[in-house]
């Protein structure tokens, strides 16, 4: 009986792999429009990257040494990136970008800097906490 209930429970788990698998695309698909209606903004699909005109720019000077993560985890102010690049420049062997340094950080600003948020997800400081000795 135990091997009766082990075969139907396998059949059952295998029938419902191949629908999951069969749906995904279709899923993915959904996800993808509500995704592209909530946020207008076209992102390339190998680096993550906004997409506008000086995309392949970005991509040619910033990931030839790092992965596109390390610029899509940050978001800094222009002074900001710009220190990142010179400490790059001093300590990592960057080449001067020399033309092409303020359209880069042009559009690191304009993508990957600082958001205005209202609340940032902490909790606010709990008021005269009186703390006692354990």
Known sequence: MK???????????LAGGLVLSALRPAISRTMANAVMGADSVKHDP????????????VVAQCTACHSSKLILQNRFTRDGWKEKIRWMQRTQKLWDLGETEPVILDYLVKHYGPEQKTFDGRRKPLPAIQWYKL
């Open 46 to 57: 190998n680096t993550g990257l906004v997409a506008d005109e000086h995309l392949t720019l």
């Open 3 to 13: 091997l009766v209930n082990s075969s139907i429970s396998l059949a059952v788990l």
